[in-house]
T-cell receptor, first 114, second 111 residues
Framework: DGGITQSPKYLFRKEGQNVTLSCEQN?????MYWYRQDPGQGLRLIYY???????QKGDIAEGYSVSREKKESFPLTVTSAQKNPTAFYLC?????????????FGDGTRLSIL | GENVEQHPSTLSVQEGDSAVIKCTYS??????FPWYKQELGKRPQLIID?????GEKKDQRIAVTLNKTAKHFSLHITETQPEDSAVYFC??????????FGAGTTVTVRA
């Protein structure tokens, strides 16, 4: 879906460093999500936001932080407290009106440890 | 929280045969069940979804069935083609915007 842009495509983190992954959408969607994907596992929800200036923890929020200052943007920060950050990170968005709507994904960011 | 189990983890089929992937869920409040296809190194793409007020939905060679009583739903791909080779994920969600995903099924279509 060309309406969701994640950057960078590849990212390397040094020990003790915080890194921020970008997610921008031009679909006018209210809800946005961050997932982590590890080999052989499904997608696990890190954080989600139903509306601007509001967000909730998902199943694996420890070591991550987010902000939702604009409808179009939902950046994810991987902090130094996340001891195993190597994974494929996917951002998604949905219309988010009242009940579950299809989620559309970006191309992902692959994060590795130096 | 919701727990979704998906089987099998790998599936190899001959081109032209059918493929079936099954998922079970635990939360009776779940009412939305999408299926995603993810090709190697690419984003997951929604291929079909079903809501709890419907028992079956079909889109060309793809169909999904839902058994609310047994809490399971299945993806059926008929007349498989090499381009159907990918990882398929099921998911379940209720009215809280969240989706819980299965671990995925790697489908290989042999020519």
């Amino acid at each position: 879906d060309g309406g969701i842009t994640q950057s960078p495509k590849y990212l390397f983190r040094k020990e003790g460093q915080n890194v921020t992954l970008s997610c921008e959408q031009n679909l006018n969607h209210d809800a946005m999500y961050w997932y982590r994907q590890d080999p052989g596992q499904g997608l696990r929800l890190i954080y989600y936001s139903q509306i601007v200036n509001d967000f909730q923890k998902g199943d694996i929020a420890e070591g991550y932080s987010v902000s939702r200052e604009k409808k179009e943007s939902f950046p994810l920060t991987v902090t130094s407290a996340q001891k195993n950050p190597t994974a494929f990170y996917l951002c998604a968005s949905s219309i988010g009106q009242g009940h579950n709507q299809p989620q559309h994904f970006g191309d992902g960011t692959r994060l590795s440890i130096l | 929280g919701e727990n979704v189990e998906q089987h099998p983890s790998t599936l190899s089929v001959q081109e032209g045969d059918s493929a079936v992937i099954k998922c079970t869920y635990s939360d009776s409040a779940s009412n939305y069940f999408p299926w995603y296809k993810q090709e190697l190194g690419k984003r997951p793409q929604l291929i079909i979804d079903i809501r709890s007020n419907v028992g079956e939905k079909k889109d060309q060679r793809i169909a999904v069935t839902l058994n609310k009583t047994a809490k399971h739903f299945s993806l059926h791909i008929t007349e498989t083609q090499p381009e159907d080779s990918a990882v398929y994920f099921c998911a379940a969600g209720s009215n809280d915007y969240k989706l819980s995903f299965g671990a995925g099924t790697t489908v290989t279509v042999r020519a």
